[in-house]
């Protein structure tokens, strides 16, 4: 009777910690640019080795410009970050996947596209969103930097065990209802907070007939509801993801994968510490209008008036519409908008690209809307080009940029300027996440490139049926 998560959470442990924590052992460790600097200082600094660096893959994404990488990075901040990562990979003997290198990326889009990340693995990063990773059905979760340190050192580390949670959606998602809008929707249900202390196993019809892209969409926003991490039982639609990818089992070795990894599931009687059932046709598109992720909206509904908000919550509630601009009661739809952004791990994948050049196929880009197109990996862009998406976006007037976080944050050149509205496909809307003074309302592919080619914020569906 027990959980995926315990399986793969006891399958790890080194050992109990009397009225401590468990020292968990951890199969992959990724690290970028951002968060690893000072681990490795702390390890010269006490003359330490990695314990198992073929366990450790090395990518700069967040402080990556998306465009002209092959040139020195302008921001001298940015570049000695990304220059370190460099530095410090060499030095330890770990794999570095440096800018313009084929396999350069946003990280957690890397990972499950190379077969990096496998079924059964612990995999930790310095970074909230390496939940995306569980999609494989691993237990995938942010770190610390000393804890980066301690993963550098040992190949273990020192956790608490979360609670399980099960989270279970079924039906039939509706018309131009993606995997976001799934996250979206559980995240105003649940809030930022609703998940706190649980690892969430994401269960029922909707999860198994997501595909692979909307399945790491939808691990990647566990933390947004304050989860530890949000992982999918691996199936079919995991092996066939992941055969024939580069670091993926072969021959004999694969069969053998596949048959351990197919007892990777819940049992029948298995016991969680929380269960929440939701029903497909409650979802529709959805976009955000406050400033963390749990304050969102189906799209063709009103922002809730002030009597609807909880008395603790009210204060926080007028701050936020006051911030993005918006009052109580308003429809957003119509709303113009100045910047598009398709990218980040949350939503810079094939399908993601795919979705998006479904909508504006046809159409032309909106004057006045800036549009970011940003590949999760230069994987990505060669699927783009390779199926002939970059034509299609060309002749409505995007253009395709280089890979990296891009405008999901603002610690590289593609910020929006203060009080200008982005439609973002990225996973945080808080007060000046893209920018200073930048208003971000967060959506999926499609209602991204809806309002792209309308200008103004637009419900997908309408123009499907153009």
Same mark, same amino acid.
């Given at each position: 009777?027990?959980?995926?998560?315990?399986?793969?959470?006891?399958?790890?442990?080194?050992?109990?910690?009397?009225?401590?924590?468990?020292?968990?052992?951890?199969?992959?460790?990724?690290?970028?640019?951002?968060?690893?600097?000072?681990?490795?200082?702390?390890?010269?600094?006490?003359?330490?080795?990695?314990?198992? &660096?073929?366990?450790? $893959?090395?990518?700069? #994404?967040?402080? !990556?410009? /998306? +465009?002209?990488?092959?040139?020195?990075? =302008?921001?001298?901040?940015?570049?000695?970050?990304?220059?370190?990562?460099?530095?410090?990979?060499?030095?330890?003997?770990?794999?570095?996947?440096?800018?313009?290198?084929?396999?350069?990326?946003?990280?957690?889009?890397?990972?499950?596209?190379?077969?990096?990340?496998? &079924?059964?693995?612990? $995999?930790?990063?310095? #970074?909230?969103? !390496?939940? /995306? +990773?569980?999609?494989?059905?691993?237990? =995938?979760?942010?770190?610390?930097?000393?804890?980066?340190?301690?993963?550098?050192?040992?190949?273990?580390?020192?956790?608490?065990?979360?609670?399980?949670?099960?989270?279970?959606?079924?039906?039939?998602?509706?018309?131009?209802?993606?995997?976001?809008?799934?996250?979206?929707?559980?995240?105003?249900?649940?809030?930022?907070?609703?998940? !706190?202390?649980?690892?969430?196993?994401?269960?029922?019809?909707?999860?198994?007939?997501?595909?692979?892209?909307?399945?790491?969409?939808?691990?990647?926003?566990?933390?947004?509801?304050?989860?530890?991490?949000?992982?999918?039982?691996?199936?079919?639609?995991?092996?066939?993801?992941?055969?024939?990818?580069?670091?993926?089992?072969?021959?004999?070795?694969?069969?053998?994968?596949?048959?351990?990894?197919?007892?990777?599931?819940?049992?029948?009687?298995?016991?969680?510490?929380?269960?929440?059932?939701?029903?497909?046709?409650?979802?529709?598109?959805?976009?955000?209008?406050?400033?963390?992720?749990?304050?969102?909206?189906?799209?063709?509904?009103?922002?809730?008036?002030?009597?609807?908000?909880?008395?603790?919550?009210?204060?926080?509630?007028?701050?936020?519409?006051?911030?993005?601009?918006?009052?109580?009661?308003?429809?957003?739809?119509?709303?113009?908008?100045?910047?598009?952004?398709?990218?980040?791990?949350?939503?810079?994948?094939?399908?993601?690209?795919?979705?998006?050049?479904?909508?504006?196929?046809?159409?032309?880009?909106?004057?006045?809307?800036?549009?970011?197109?940003?590949?999760?990996?230069?994987?990505?862009?060669?699927?783009?080009?390779?199926?002939?998406?970059?034509?299609?976006?060309?002749?409505?007037?995007?253009?395709?940029?280089?890979?990296?976080?891009?405008?999901?944050?603002?610690?590289?050149?593609?910020?929006?300027?203060?009080?200008?509205?982005?439609?973002?496909?990225?996973?945080?809307?808080?007060?000046?996440?893209?920018?200073?003074?930048?208003?971000?309302?967060?959506?999926?592919?499609?209602?991204?490139?809806?309002?792209?080619?309308?200008?103004?914020?637009?419900?997908?569906?309408?123009?499907?049926?153009?």
């Amino acid at each position: 009777m027990n959980t995926l998560f315990d399986k793969i959470w006891d399958k790890h442990v080194v050992q109990m910690i009397s009225d401590g924590p468990t020292q968990l052992y951890i199969d992959r460790l990724y690290c970028h640019e951002v968060t690893s600097p000072q681990a490795f200082d702390g390890m010269r600094a006490r003359g330490l080795k990695c314990f198992r &660096p073929q366990q450790i $893959i090395c990518m700069p #994404d967040h402080n !990556t410009p /998306t +465009h002209d990488q092959d040139k020195p990075i =302008a921001d001298p901040i940015s570049k000695k970050q990304v220059d370190a990562l460099k530095k410090n990979a060499e030095d330890f003997g770990l794999t570095h996947y440096g800018m313009m290198d084929p396999s350069n990326g946003i990280i957690h889009v890397v990972g499950p596209e190379k077969g990096l990340s496998l &079924p059964g693995m612990t $995999i930790v990063c310095g #970074d909230s969103h !390496t939940s /995306t +990773h569980g999609a494989m059905g691993a237990v =995938a979760f942010g770190i610390g930097t000393s804890e980066v340190e301690m993963v550098l050192a040992s190949q273990c580390i020192l956790q608490q065990k979360p609670k399980s949670m099960r989270i279970t959606i079924n039906g039939k998602l509706g018309k131009c209802v993606s995997a976001k809008d799934v996250a979206l929707y559980l995240m105003s249900q649940l809030s930022t907070s609703g998940a !706190t202390g649980y690892f969430v196993e994401y269960a029922g019809d909707v999860v198994r007939n997501m595909s692979m892209e909307g399945r790491l969409t939808l691990c990647n926003l566990s933390i947004e509801m304050g989860a530890r991490g949000g992982f999918v039982a691996p199936d079919e639609t995991t092996f066939a993801y992941l055969k024939g990818r580069e670091y993926a089992p072969k021959g004999e070795e694969w069969d053998k994968c596949v048959a351990y990894w197919k007892t990777l599931k819940s049992d029948d009687d298995a016991v969680f510490d929380k269960e929440m059932v939701f029903d497909a046709r409650d979802i529709e598109p959805r976009i955000t209008y406050g400033t963390n992720p749990g304050m969102g909206i189906g799209i063709s509904e009103c922002i809730p008036n002030l009597s609807e908000i909880e008395e603790t919550g009210k204060a926080g509630f007028k701050k936020a519409l006051d911030y993005m601009g918006f009052a109580a009661g308003q429809r957003l739809l119509g709303h113009p908008v100045d910047y598009v952004f398709l990218g980040a791990c949350t939503n810079g994948r094939i399908e993601d690209f795919r979705a998006f050049a479904s909508v504006v196929k046809g159409r032309k880009k909106a004057d006045g809307v800036v549009a970011w197109l940003v590949p999760g990996s230069w994987s990505v862009e060669r699927q783009i080009r390779e199926e002939g998406l970059d034509v299609v976006l060309k002749e409505a007037g995007f253009d395709i940029r280089q890979p990296g976080c891009s405008a999901c944050l603002a610690m590289n050149d593609d910020k929006i300027p203060a009080g200008k509205y982005a439609v973002s496909t990225s996973n945080r809307n808080f007060e000046g996440r893209q920018g200073p003074g930048a208003r971000t309302i967060l959506a999926s592919p499609l209602v991204a490139a809806a309002a792209a080619v309308t200008g103004v914020i637009t419900d997908p569906r309408v123009l499907d049926e153009m």
